[in-house]
């Protein structure tokens, strides 16, 4: 498919292929704990604490792997294991006893008993209890959002916008894609607002096509006006409006269409790194849209994902980074 005479579309997820994701699970650690009442004494502290949750326990994983895609869904699902008495206590206790691993512990035996199955027809965030639209998910994306972008003092100071580290690497590899002639945009869980201000903010709008970047807020949008949901990956529709335009998915989701409309479509490439992107890959492919997968292992993914992705007949590689995924794209154009 990369082969093809015509040059292919790049869509991108953001984070974890080139945004680095660790500030946003910072923000959904804070927005959670601040949510539960639980103060945490100091920066020494926090350190201490990110460290356990987010780089040894890695509670990132009970979500993401779970195609729970959005960094609100981890925000959500810590936010809710902390209401649970038991959990909430239990936290309490090991930070107050400086035993930060076990604090982590703690949380992630809180979040991982909340998974059941998701309810039929809502987002992959209902296996956890979770209802996308209820006023406690409005209230931890707005705890999130205050965090990160109007600097709600709780004590932790972290960066607020990140390229996936090495950044020069990062760069670097959209540079050559760009530089190649190829048209690179993104697909992604976030918000708009919280794409587009990285996306400037890091120098990247002149490599990015942002106007047919597809969004959460496109999935809203189409929830509302066709009445149907989950719209949101690891459905198709995600990746066939950063293709064929929001008005043609939303068109092909109206009438439940079993076929794109693809005629005149060149390849695409979607680099992604989370269970959702590949199954979202796969839906739109099953449709007929001419997509290849490459898979950035950063470690999210269960092993049993990462084999049904390696053995998918759409997959064009597993690679460690952003830097190797362009490597196989641009090997193949020539």
């Given at each position: 498919?990369?082969?093809?005479?015509s040059?292919?579309?790049?869509?991108?997820?953001?984070?974890?292929?080139?945004?680095?994701?660790?500030?946003?699970?910072?923000?959904?650690?804070?927005?959670?704990?601040?949510?539960?009442?639980?103060?945490?004494?100091?920066?020494?502290?926090?350190?201490?604490?990110?460290?356990?949750?987010?780089?040894?326990?890695?509670?990132?994983?009970?979500?993401?792997?779970?195609?729970?895609?959005?960094?609100?869904?981890?925000?959500?699902?810590?936010?809710e294991?902390?209401?649970?008495?038991?959990?909430?206590?239990?936290?309490?206790?090991?930070?107050?006893?400086?035993?930060?691993?076990?604090?982590?512990?703690?949380?992630?035996?809180?979040?991982?008993?909340?998974?059941?199955?998701?309810?039929?027809?809502?987002?992959p965030?209902?296996?956890?209890?979770?209802?996308?639209?209820?006023?406690?998910?409005?209230?931890?994306?707005?705890?999130?959002?205050?965090?990160?972008?109007?600097?709600l003092?709780?004590?932790?100071?972290?960066?607020?916008?990140?390229?996936?580290?090495?950044?020069?690497?990062?760069?670097?590899?959209?540079?050559?894609?760009?530089?190649?002639?190829?048209?690179?945009?993104?697909?992604?869980?976030?918000?708009?607002?919280?794409?587009?201000?990285?996306?400037?903010?890091?120098?990247?709008?002149?490599?990015?096509?942002?106007?047919?970047?597809?969004?959460?807020?496109?999935?809203q949008?189409?929830?509302?006006?066709?009445?149907c949901?989950?719209?949101?990956?690891?459905?198709?529709?995600?990746?066939?409006?950063?293709?064929?335009?929001?008005?043609?998915?939303?068109?092909?989701?109206?009438?439940?269409?079993?076929?794109?409309?693809?005629?005149?479509?060149?390849?695409?490439?979607?680099?992604?790194?989370?269970?959702?992107?590949?199954?979202?890959?796969?839906?739109?492919?099953?449709?007929?849209?001419?997509?290849?997968?490459?898979?950035?292992?950063?470690?999210?993914?269960?092993?049993?994902?990462?084999?049904?992705?390696?053995?998918?007949?759409?997959?064009a590689?597993?690679?460690?980074?952003?830097?190797?995924?362009?490597?196989?794209?641009?090997?193949?154009?020539?």
């Amino acid at each position: 498919m990369i082969g093809a005479p015509s040059q292919p579309l790049i869509v991108l997820d953001a984070d974890g292929v080139f945004m680095n994701e660790m500030t946003y699970w910072r923000t959904a650690l804070a927005a959670a704990l601040t949510l539960a009442d639980i103060t945490v004494p100091d920066a020494a502290t926090w350190h201490r604490l990110d460290q356990a949750c987010l780089h040894t326990a890695r509670l990132q994983r009970i979500t993401k792997s779970r195609a729970c895609n959005s960094n609100w869904d981890l925000a959500a699902v810590m936010a809710e294991a902390l209401t649970r008495d038991d959990t909430r206590r239990d936290v309490i206790r090991q930070l107050s006893a400086g035993n930060e691993d076990q604090a982590a512990a703690q949380l992630a035996q809180g979040m991982e008993r909340l998974w059941t199955s998701p309810v039929p027809g809502q987002p992959p965030l209902s296996g956890f209890g979770i209802d996308r639209d209820g006023p406690r998910f409005h209230e931890v994306r707005q705890r999130f959002e205050d965090i990160l972008y109007h600097r709600l003092d709780v004590g932790w100071s972290f960066p607020r916008h990140e390229l996936l580290p090495p950044a020069e690497v990062t760069r670097g590899a959209l540079a050559r894609l760009h530089e190649a002639g190829l048209t690179l945009t993104v697909c992604t869980s976030r918000g708009r607002d919280e794409t587009q201000q990285p996306i400037r903010t890091l120098g990247l709008a002149g490599w990015l096509n942002t106007a047919r970047m597809a969004t959460y807020d496109d999935v809203q949008r189409a929830q509302d006006a066709t009445g149907c949901k989950p719209l949101g990956k690891p459905h198709w529709f995600p990746l066939t409006s950063a293709v064929l335009g929001y008005d043609t998915a939303e068109r092909a989701v109206r009438s439940n269409a079993r076929t794109l409309p693809v005629n005149g479509c060149g390849p695409v490439v979607f680099v992604g790194d989370a269970s959702a992107d590949f199954e979202c890959a796969l839906a739109a492919h099953d449709r007929g849209l001419p997509v290849t997968y490459i898979h950035i292992d950063s470690g999210i993914s269960r092993p049993e994902t990462l084999a049904a992705i390696r053995d998918s007949s759409i997959t064009a590689a597993l690679v460690p980074d952003l830097s190797a995924a362009a490597d196989v794209i641009l090997e193949r154009q020539t």
